[in-house]
């Protein structure tokens, strides 16, 4: 029987953008960003991108991003914050810019999960702005439970703060190449480093 394991081909890293030391989002796809520390891991994911970034949220929801605050995960120099009036607004301005192919990434932060059609045509504008664009976008929606209907994966985090340290939760809760797992996040120095969930 033919060992399928070995090959003579060189090892191709898994194609996509790498965060959090090895974990991988796959380029021209929305993914999915839940839970109460949902806004950390789209700066940590933006802090280890380059180029702009483009946050679309709700002109009503009075919370807005700190800048101070977001010195430690990323530049606030490179966000473009954009309000939109209509929940639809924002679906339709996440499409524009992937299809635009001239951000990396765009992060919408929304009240609830989108419909399937939304994300279905999210991807294809990914997948146009990868094709005509400069660069190869990423699209990431923040919703506070999760749930969205054909994202191509959907992260959890949770603080789980101490007194001495900053430690957050992460789970893969769905993926369409990897299983549910879950790490613990830890600030170090200007960085974070990624571990497995303490017993």
């Known amino acids: 029987m033919q060992n399928t394991l070995l090959s003579r081909k060189p090892h191709q890293p898994k194609p996509g953008q790498v965060f959090l030391e090895h974990l991988v989002l796959a380029r021209a796809r929305v993914h999915e960003a839940c839970g109460p520390a949902r806004h950390a891991l789209a700066m940590m994911i933006a802090g280890e991108m380059a180029g702009p970034v483009f946050w679309v949220g709700a002109q009503w929801d009075p919370a807005r991003l700190h800048g101070p605050g977001m010195v430690r995960f990323a530049d606030p120099g490179r966000f473009t914050f954009i309000h939109a009036r209509r929940p639809e607004d924002i679906l339709w301005t996440i499409e524009e810019v992937l299809r635009a192919g001239i951000i990396p990434l765009v992060v919408g932060d929304l009240a609830a999960p989108p419909g399937l ?58 993926a369409r190449q990897d299983p549910p797992q879950s790490w613990d996040v830890r600030a170090q120095g200007k960085g974070f480093s990624l571990a497995p969930p303490a017993k």
């Open 117 to 174: 059609t939304p994300v279905r045509r999210m991807h294809l504008a990914g997948e146009t702005g990868a094709r005509e664009g400069r660069v190869t976008p990423l699209g990431l929606i923040l919703t506070p439970e999760g749930g969205g209907a054909g994202v191509e994966s959907r992260w959890h985090m949770a603080p789980d703060h101490g007194p001495a340290h900053s430690t957050w939760k992460l789970t893969r809760q769905r």
